[in-house]
C-alpha cells in the first residue's frame, strides 16, 4: 500500500473520482483523513500544494455564480465587523496563551490562524515574527484539526437552529479557521450561505498583510506577506457574470463545477492529517486553541442570533 501511497497519481485518481460520485466535502474530507491516518501520506507536501492551487481554482469558480454588486456589498458591510472580530480573537489569544503557558510565537500563530484565515495566516505570520519550524508545525496541527470539525459539525449545528442562510454564511465565516472548510461547509448549508461565507471570509483573509506587516515590524524581520492575487480572480469572475448575463447558464455551470472541484479540495486537505501531525500537538497548545475557538464560535453565534451583529442583505 505504501508504494501506491507514494504516487501522485493515486491521491489525483480518488480526488476525480470523489468529485464525480461524493457531493459532501465533509465526506470528501473524512475519506482524506482516513487514509492518511491508517496508512500514511508519503507526498505529503505535493497533495498540499494540490489542496492549495485547487482551493484557489474554486474560489475563483464560485464567483461565478455572484453578482459584483452582491459581492462588493456583502465585502463592504462586513469591513467593520471583521475588524472588530479580529482585533478581539487575537486580545483572547493573547490572554489565553498566557493562561496555559504557551510560547508567545505559538500562541500569535493560533490566534492568527483563528481570526483570520486558518493555514494562510499561519505561514504569512510564521516568517513575520520569527518563528521555529516546530511551532509553526504545531499550530498548523492544531488548526487543521479543529477546521475538519468545524466542517463536519457546523452545518448540523445551523441546521438544528434553525439558522438563516444569510446568517448561517455569516457565523461559519466567523468561527471556521481556512477558507477551505468554510466554502465547503456553507456549500453544504445552501446557495445563500455559500455566496456570503465566501465573500465575508475573502474580505478577512486580506487582513493577512496588515498583520503579517505589523508583525514583522514588531520583530523587526524582513518577511512579506503574499497578497492573495486569488481574490481578484474572484472579483473578476462576479464581474464577468454581472456584464455577461446572456451567458448565465454557462456561468452557472462554472460555479457548480467548482463546488466540485471543493470536494476534491477537501479530500487533499484531509490527507494531510497523518499521525506524526498529531503527534506534535501539545496539551496546552490544544487547550488554547480549542478554547478561543468555543470562544469565538459562541460568541459570534450569540452576537448574530441577539441581531447584534447582521448583514439584512437580499442575496
Known amino acids: 500500500m505504501s508504494k501506491i501511497l507514494e504516487k501522485p497519481m493515486f491521491w489525483i485518481v480518488m480526488a476525480v473520482l470523489l468529485t464525480v460520485f461524493e457531493k459532501s466535502p465533509a465526506v470528501a474530507l473524512c475519506i482524506g483523513a482516513a487514509i492518511s491516518l491508517i496508512w500514511g501520506n508519503p507526498i505529503q507536501k505535493v497533495t498540499g500544494g494540490y489542496s492549495k492551487k485547487l ?5 475563483i469558480l464560485l464567483g461565478f455564480g455572484l453578482q459584483l454588486a452582491v459581492v462588493l456589498r456583502v465585502g463592504l458591510a462586513s469591513i467593520g465587523l471583521t475588524l472588530v472580530s479580529i482585533s478581539l480573537t487575537m486580545a483572547v489569544g493573547f490572554m489565553l496563551s498566557s493562561f496555559f503557558r504557551v510560547d508567545r510565537n505559538l500562541g500569535i500563530l493560533l490566534s492568527s490562524g483563528t481570526a483570520i484565515c486558518g493555514g494562510s495566516a499561519i505561514a504569512a505570520m510564521s516568517p513575520a515574527i520569527g518563528a521555529s519550524h516546530a511551532q509553526t508545525a504545531v499550530a498548523m496541527a ?38 477551505s472548510s468554510v466554502v465547503g461547509a456553507a456549500a453544504i448549508y ?115 442570533r441577539s441581531g447584534l451583529i447582521q448583514l439584512n442583505l437580499p442575496i
Open 142 to 179: 492544531v488548526v487543521f484539526l479543529l477546521n475538519g470539525l468545524g466542517l463536519i459539525i457546523f452545518p448540523h449545528i445551523g441546521t438544528y437552529l434553525g439558522m438563516s442562510q444569510t446568517d448561517f454564511g455569516l457565523w461559519s465565516a466567523l468561527a471556521i479557521h481556512d477558507t
Open 55 to 59: 482551493l484557489q481554482l474554486s474560489v
Open 190 to 304: 445552501g446557495t445563500q450561505a455559500l455566496a456570503v461565507a465566501t465573500t465575508v471570509k475573502l474580505t478577512r483573509a486580506l487582513w493577512i498583510l496588515p498583520l503579517s506587516f505589523a508583525g514583522a515590524k514588531l520583530n523587526r524581520s524582513e518577511s512579506k506577506a503574499k497578497f492573495p492575487y486569488f481574490l481578484l480572480g474572484f472579483l473578476l469572475a462576479a464581474l464577468i457574470r454581472s456584464y455577461v448575463p446572456e451567458l448565465d447558464t454557462f456561468w452557472d455551470g462554472m460555479a457548480v463545477t467548482g463546488k466540485k472541484i471543493m470536494v476534491a479540495t477537501l479530500f487533499l486537505v484531509g490527507s494531510g492529517l497523518t499521525v506524526t501531525e498529531l503527534k506534535k500537538i501539545g496539551t496546552g497548545a490544544l487547550l488554547m486553541a480549542v478554547t478561543l475557538w468555543i470562544i469565538v464560535s459562541c460568541a459570534s453565534l450569540w452576537a448574530i
